[in-house]
């Protein structure tokens, strides 16, 4: 949406979409969780543990990337998620709405 007054885009560029977002929270999707399922998570009682810093290694090695004057990246990350109460992490189904009712 263009606002005339401050000759911006009030809701996000056109090029660079908003983030979908409820309530503030921002919504993240993956194949992991089935259709109709979510998946809340209360920050505050968990922990993300960093094993080990992240690593960024750029390499035209591969094939016949030097050649074709390629780069292959590979990016690392070891972590892992402690959750600190059971209570904290909670799936639900989020049901069904019947058109017309």
Do not use: C
């Amino acid at each position: 949406m263009w606002s005339e007054d401050d000759e911006e885009y009030v809701f996000g560029s056109p090029t660079v979409p908003v983030p979908p977002a409820l309530w503030n929270t921002s919504i993240v999707t993956t194949p992991s969780v089935s259709p109709g399922s979510a998946l809340t998570i209360d920050t505050s009682f968990t922990t993300v543990l960093d094993r080990e810093q992240t690593s960024v290694v750029a390499s035209d090695s591969h094939a016949d990337y030097f050649v074709r004057n390629l780069v292959a990246l590979l990016g690392e990350l070891r972590a892992g998620l402690e959750v600190l109460d059971m209570n904290a992490v909670h799936k639900f189904s989020l049901g069904t709405i019947e058109a017309g009712g």
